[in-house]
């Protein structure tokens, strides 16, 4: 596949990061090889997960899916670098992009104080034929959202009469991890070992979702350096993580 010439280099000039996702593994399957070369460069990157993925193995009731995935995702995160990890307990799989989870991020986001913030798709697809989910997509929209509602006093006033959080309009740039319409790459390297164990955490979840014999460093790894050799040839030919931005 040629190189897009569209595709710019990620944003460098900036020192925190939030990434909202729907569920636990969502960072692990589509940024973590640039968070984790973000964090070994000094940025400050948290976690907020809107759900704990309670509905994501089949063999597995949720209360008892919520506690394994919830510290699988801790254990993940932790292998990139990240030590803040929150969660909001939507349910999972019912996510809606309404009112109230645009003030709980509006929250978040005026709690950290992020100059970048990091998503997963919220288009309908992945591109081509396969559907995306209603929670990465209603999370993904939300964030978007929510990303100009945390800097607008008039929005959600209650944040800073009630709960003291100030308007925080430092957001630079929302970055959409695999979006089907990537606009700038992020190349990786030493990130690229950090991604594949923090995958690997996620084993009840990989056993659930491809079966018991899985073994899940062996699938962490041949994903993680698909998708990032995917990503170079459409940029400049070494391993790359692929993102939307958008500017603010």
């Given at each position: 596949?040629?190189?897009?010439?569209?595709?710019?280099?990620?944003?460098?000039?900036?020192?925190?990061?939030?990434?909202?996702?729907?569920?636990?593994?969502?960072?692990?399957?589509?940024?973590?090889?640039?968070?984790?070369?973000?964090?070994?460069?000094?940025?400050?990157?948290?976690?907020?997960?809107?759900?704990?993925?309670?509905?994501?193995?089949?063999?597995?009731?949720?209360?008892?899916?919520?506690?394994?995935?919830?510290?699988?995702?801790?254990?993940?995160?932790?292998?990139?670098?990240?030590h803040?990890?929150?969660?909001?307990?939507?349910?999972?799989?019912?996510?809606?992009?309404?009112?109230?989870?645009?003030?709980?991020?509006?929250?978040?986001?005026?709690?950290?104080?992020?100059?970048?913030?990091?998503?997963?798709?919220?288009?309908?697809?992945?591109?081509?034929?396969?559907?995306?989910?209603?929670?990465?997509?209603?999370?993904?929209?939300?964030?978007?959202?929510?990303?100009?509602?945390?800097?607008?006093?008039?929005?959600?006033?209650?944040?800073?009469?009630?709960?003291?959080?100030?308007?925080?309009?430092?957001?630079?740039?929302?970055?959409?991890?695999?979006?089907?319409?990537?606009?700038?790459?992020?190349?990786?390297?030493?990130?690229i070992?950090?991604?594949?164990?923090?995958?690997?955490?996620?084993?009840?979840?990989?056993?659930?979702?491809?079966?018991a014999?899985?073994?899940?460093?062996?699938?962490?790894?041949?994903?993680?350096?698909?998708?990032?050799?995917?990503?170079?040839?459409?940029?400049?030919?070494?391993?790359?993580?692929?993102?939307?931005?958008?500017?603010?």
């Amino acid at each position: 596949m040629p190189a897009e010439p569209h595709l710019s280099p990620m944003p460098k000039d900036w020192q925190r990061a939030l990434a909202v996702v729907a569920h636990p593994d969502d960072l692990e399957y589509g940024a973590a090889a640039a968070i984790a070369e973000w964090t070994a460069a000094g940025r400050e990157i948290s976690y907020l997960l809107v759900t704990r993925g309670e509905a994501g193995i089949d063999g597995l009731a949720p209360a008892e899916c919520a506690t394994v995935r919830e510290a699988e995702q801790r254990a993940g995160a932790a292998l990139v670098g990240v030590h803040t990890v929150e969660f909001l307990d939507h349910r999972d799989g019912t996510v809606e992009a309404g009112m109230p989870l645009r003030r709980e991020l509006s929250a978040a986001i005026r709690r950290h104080r992020p100059e970048l913030v990091i998503t997963l798709n919220h288009h309908d697809t992945w591109g081509g034929g396969n559907w995306n989910t209603p929670d990465h997509r209603a999370v993904g929209r939300a964030v978007l959202d929510a990303a100009g509602d945390a800097g607008n006093r008039w929005i959600f006033p209650e944040l800073a009469d009630a709960q003291g959080l100030a308007p925080w309009n430092g957001v630079r740039w929302v970055a959409v991890a695999a979006s089907p319409y990537p606009t700038h790459a992020a190349e990786v390297g030493p990130g690229i070992d950090r991604a594949v164990a923090s995958l690997a955490a996620h084993g009840a979840y990989i056993r659930g979702l491809r079966g018991a014999e899985q073994d899940p460093h062996s699938y962490a790894r041949t994903f993680i350096e698909q998708s990032l050799r995917s990503g170079g040839e459409r940029y400049r030919g070494r391993p790359a993580t692929l993102f939307q931005v958008f500017p603010r």
